[in-house]
């Protein structure tokens, strides 16, 4: 009878403690929409190859945002070709519409910022970029292009849409050997677009 009591006891206060904690936020437990491989601007000779959407931040931070995204509430997706070209999509749900627009904000100035920044600590190398506009699109969205390169090696491009819809930030990055004459900006955008609307379908 001790013993029944006891475990009545118990239950009544886990019930109680779920109760005063209330039930779990579905926006931190699940992970946000995330793009297809055909979503991205199509390779000429490949298929874009999808790894799994996983959460946190991926083991090589983005070029340009190495230390710019929060882990907390982060997810991934990497995607590959059989060449050179290599693209990733990271989400953030943030604590609320405010804190998701300050994060992007944030992550435009960064990108922005981010060709100078590499000048300053590459030695001998050239770099530019370029603003390709806002996008309509939910909360808004923004692409952008950046260029580099080193003496006697191949050229970098890589472009960059960030959006937001309510408390979800999300980035795509893009990238390959080239300069930004050859960036696919139109796909791109589409990219972009589509990115922001699966995040909370």
Known sequence: MLRQRTNILAAATAAAALLLAGPPTASAATAPGFLDGTDLPPHPSSPWHAGKVTKGLPVTAPFCLEEAL???????????????????????????????????????????????????????????????????????????????????????????????DGATVTVVKWGQMGTLSDAPVAAFKKTTTTAVNKLNP
């Open 70 to 164: 929060p882990a907390t509430g982060s997810w991934h997706r990497v995607f590959g070709t059989d060449y050179d070209t290599g693209a990733t999509q990271l989400s953030v749900r943030t604590a609320s519409g405010s804190a998701a627009a300050s994060l992007a904000a944030s992550l435009e100035r960064e990108v922005a910022a981010c060709a100078a920044d590499w000048l300053r600590t590459t030695p001998g190398g050239t770099a530019s970029w370029q603003d390709y506009g806002k996008l309509t699109v939910e909360e808004g969205a923004h692409v952008y292009g950046v260029h580099t390169a080193i003496p006697d090696s191949e050229p970098g491009v890589h472009l960059f849409g960030i959006g937001r």
